[in-house]
């Protein structure tokens, strides 16, 4: 982990990777969205979350009990994916967050992944502001906010 150019730290990838590997687990504490209101209250205007949505009753807080992985930034672009392992027994508290390399990675390169994110509040362009991307892919959406352009 070091500073990127696309925003703060960024992670890069320090051997060679090939596509399809699975790369890094996100990991933190499991929360439900009523814990997290309590802790974040509503952060639509941050511009920045640590919060990863496996399913529909928890969320993974990266800021607790978290890893590397809360520090690769958002790309247009990606090279990773962010693919969702549910727990074979039901335990939606187990369901598992991985980052996959969707292209081959050079090492040295800064790993990223589509956020897609979703708001509620974010349906005119004040609210969408602080959400900017700033990855300069060629084919940037100018928003880590999905289905707003």
């Avoid at 529909?56 to 693919?83: Q, V």
């Avoid at 956020?115 to 900017?132: F, I």
Wanted: with cysteine.
């Amino acid at each position: 982990m070091r500073d990127s150019l696309i925003h703060g730290r960024g992670v890069y990838a320090s051997t060679a990777l090939k596509a399809g590997e699975r790369l890094l687990e996100y990991r933190g504490e499991r929360i439900t969205s009523a814990q997290a209101v309590e802790r974040y209250g509503d952060n639509s205007s941050s511009g920045e979350t640590y919060l990863f949505s496996p399913n529909e009753a928890f969320l993974i807080d990266g800021t607790r009990d978290g890893n590397s992985a809360r520090f690769i930034n958002h790309s247009c672009a990606p090279n990773c994916e962010a693919l969702i392992f549910v727990d074979i027994n039901g335990d939606e508290r187990r369901d598992k967050v991985w980052l996959l390399a969707l292209r081959d990675i050079a090492a040295g390169e800064e790993l990223s992944f589509d956020y897609a994110l979703e708001m509620q509040s974010a349906a005119h362009a004040a609210a969408a502001q602080p959400w900017t991307c700033r990855c300069g892919a060629k084919a940037c959406r100018g928003t880590m906010l999905f289905g707003v352009a």
